[in-house]
Every structure is written in C-alpha cells, then in structure tokens.
C-alpha cells in the first residue's frame, strides 16, 4: 500500500499563485508517475499534469504556461506549482501515484484531495 499526503490547496485572487505538495510514503517499490487530478463541480475528474519517473511532463491545454509540475524523487513527492489563477481553476485537486510492485502489479493510488478556490 502506498499513502499519499497533500497540502498546499486554499483560497486566492484571481492572477495569483498557489503551489500544492504530495508525499508519497509506505510500500513504495517503484513509481512509475505522478500526477495531478482536478474536479470541480458539476464535472468529471481531469488530469491536470503528470510527470513521469524520467521527468517527461504532460500537461493539460487550460493549464500550459501557467502551471509547472515537478517531482523530488528522493522524498517521493509531486509538486504542482500554479500560476496566474483564474476563477475556472477552481476544483478539489487529487494527487496520483501510479505504481509497480515488485511483481510487476501496476496500481494507481489516490491523494484525499486539496480544495483550490479562486476567487474573482
């Protein structure tokens, strides 16, 4: 089992910035990516950026050059850095982990979620 921590998420002003953290900690074998989900009301979960085991990054097109992912691979954490905020961020943001187990089992693991508001 793999446990994921998240912190970071809150309220700010439309233009601002917020960065969220995720650790990833207990039976970590190897990670294959991490990542960034978001849902806001109303839609369906979405990915928001991943970034994998050897640093490529994808993001997706609502948040390219406002948002930048990146991963300390010795602390097992996934940060998101978010600039230039709008009122559509808005979304409760998950972390995943996608993980191989010794026994080559891959298993996608969730974060509690971190509420993000951005107000007008």
């Known amino acids: 089992q793999v446990q994921l921590v998240e912190s970071g998420g809150g309220l700010v002003q439309a233009g601002g910035s917020l960065r969220l953290s995720c650790v990833a900690s207990g039976n970590i074998f190897r990670i294959i990516a991490m990542g960034w989900y978001r849902q806001a009301p109303g839609k369906e979960r979405e990915l928001v950026a991943r970034?994998?085991?050897?640093?490529?990054?994808y993001y997706a097109d609502s948040v390219k050059g406002r948002f930048t992912i990146s991963r300390d691979n010795a602390k097992n954490t996934v940060y998101l850095q978010m600039n230039s905020l709008k009122p559509e961020d808005t979304a409760v943001y998950y972390c995943?982990?996608?993980?191989?187990?010794?026994?080559?089992?891959?298993?996608?693991?969730w974060g509690q979620g971190t509420q993000v508001t951005v107000s007008s």
């Open positions: 970034i994998t085991s050897d640093g490529s990054t």
């Open positions: 995943n982990v996608r993980h191989s187990s010794y026994y080559g089992a891959v298993y996608d693991y």
